[in-house]
């Protein structure tokens, strides 16, 4: 596409925007749509729910390339980020400082490479007896409480914020207290004050933990990046945030879906490789990376203008067929991992590395402890998070 | 087959790592290091994947 009069002509092509987002009750994940969307030329747009257009990208190639434009920024203080109540909007800078997902390069590498080596392979390797230890504290749990369990309360969930909250340095004792703010801050059909109520407590709340470390260290990141002194307390608030909410929610939802796979595929646990298909299948973080355009670009053979919204959709990459054979089928044989379920270029998770781990010892010891585990409800029962910013299940009832 | 690293460019993701452990490591930093060239086309074939071909 080097002619610019080809790309305007295109972009004019008359298109009448699809509703968004498109995960639907009844329907399966990821949207059917994704793969007409994927075959038409240029790109499809929508209409958020304020009424803001943006542009979906949904192949692979335009996903990756979308990620990695310099001309594409992450920071929604520029006109026409797609920043909608009901679609998980992003907060910016102003209202959460240290909020780096929302800054491009070269004020988002400060950040990034400030936290980068704590969760290097290497690291998250070290952390791989501490992981052990709290899912065989859950299964203990689990077990001597009965022969039922919601896995998603009671496994899924507890395991990842436990993880990521004696990594911050996080107690224990207030879990209930992140765990509900984030949920808000993850559902679609939180209303904008809502919003902002539960960012601002988990802030305070984060705030004071921060004074108190100041004042008594403990052998935790808060407390060495206090130390370090490369970000100000103010920035450390919104970091140890970011790191809270993305360290359990994410995690909990992957995990959650992978029992379930995994129940009716054994033959796969504890194989290695069905982390990595699985992370591809569901890419749960469907809906987390939006973007606009600060100049023109052309992707996928679309003009997209300068202001334009974008949302580069993962779940919809990692199910083109031009890239992964019957994509819609599980099968860890296959080679998953240029997948971009965890983004792709600067942006990419931070913590990718802790979640692999964090999967991989969740299921292996899972269904060691518990042979027998199986779901109390048929799977077509199972309460999916239609209303979730990530594509998880809302309650996983299993015995024993 | 030639690998050189841009670590301005590297995102410390440790994709790399995973991908070929015998090629690519990353530095207390968590920065790319080149531990050794691949020694048979499996391992290039790894390497390609744990890193960006053009």
């Known amino acids: 596409m080097s002619d610019p009069r080809e790309i305007e002509k295109m972009t004019t092509v008359d298109r009448c925007p699809v509703a968004f987002p498109l995960r639907q009750p009844g329907q399966s994940f990821p949207p059917p749509q994704y793969l007409e969307f994927r075959e038409q030329e240029g790109l499809v747009s929508t209409t958020l729910p304020s009424g803001e257009l943006v542009w979906l990208v949904t192949r692979h190639e335009d996903v990756r390339a979308a990620l990695t434009d310099p001309r594409i920024s992450s920071n929604p203080s520029h006109p026409g980020f797609p920043r909608a109540a009901k679609t998980g909007g992003v907060p910016s800078q102003d209202e959460v400082p240290g909020w780096f997902v929302a800054l491009d390069p070269p004020e988002h590498g400060r950040f990034r490479k400030t936290l980068i080596p704590e969760f290097t392979v290497r690291k998250v390797r070290e952390m791989r007896p501490a992981i052990q230890q709290i899912v065989d504290e859950r299964i203990d749990a689990m077990l001597a409480a009965g022969d039922t369990a919601d896995l998603i309360a009671d496994f899924a969930l507890s395991v990842p914020s436990l993880v990521i909250s004696s990594l911050l340095g996080v107690p224990n004792a207030d879990r209930d207290f992140f765990e509900t703010r984030t949920r808000v801050l993850v559902t679609l059909t939180s209303t904008d004050e809502q919003r902002q109520a539960a960012s601002k407590a988990l802030l305070r709340y984060l705030n004071r933990l921060i004074s108190v470390k100041q004042k008594r260290p403990g052998d935790d990141l808060i407390s060495q990046l206090l130390a370090d002194g490369t970000l100000s307390k103010q920035e450390l608030s919104g970091v140890s945030m970011l790191l809270l909410i993305a360290g359990h929610e994410t995690t909990a939802n992957n995990i959650g879906l992978g029992v379930v796979t995994l129940l009716s595929n054994p033959q796969w646990i504890g194989d290695e490789r069905a982390v990595e298909e699985l992370l591809r299948y569901y890419s749960v973080a469907d809906l987390v990376a939006f973007r606009v355009a600060v100049e023109d670009v052309e992707i996928g053979g679309q003009l997209i203008r300068a202001g334009e919204g974008i949302i580069p959709l993962v779940a919809a990459a990692n199910h083109d067929g031009t890239v992964f054979e019957r994509p819609d089928e599980f099968d860890p044989s296959r080679s998953a991992r240029s997948h971009v379920a965890f983004g792709y270029g600067v942006h990419q998770c931070l913590g990718q590395n802790l979640v692999r781990v964090e999967m991989d010892i969740a299921y292996r010891t899972l269904f060691e402890r518990i042979p027998t585990l199986e779901l109390a409800v048929p799977v077509t029962e199972l309460p999916i998070k239609y209303d979730g910013v990530l594509y998880g299940l809302h309650s996983l009832p299993v015995r024993w | ?54």
């Open chain 2, 1 to 54: 087959m030639r690998i050189s690293v841009d670590t301005d460019r590297c995102v410390g993701a440790g994709q790399c790592v995973l991908s070929a452990p015998d090629v690519f490591d990353q530095d207390d930093m968590g920065i790319v290091l080149v531990l050794a060239e691949p020694a048979d086309e499996p391992a290039r074939e790894a390497a390609r994947r744990g890193g960006a071909t053009r």
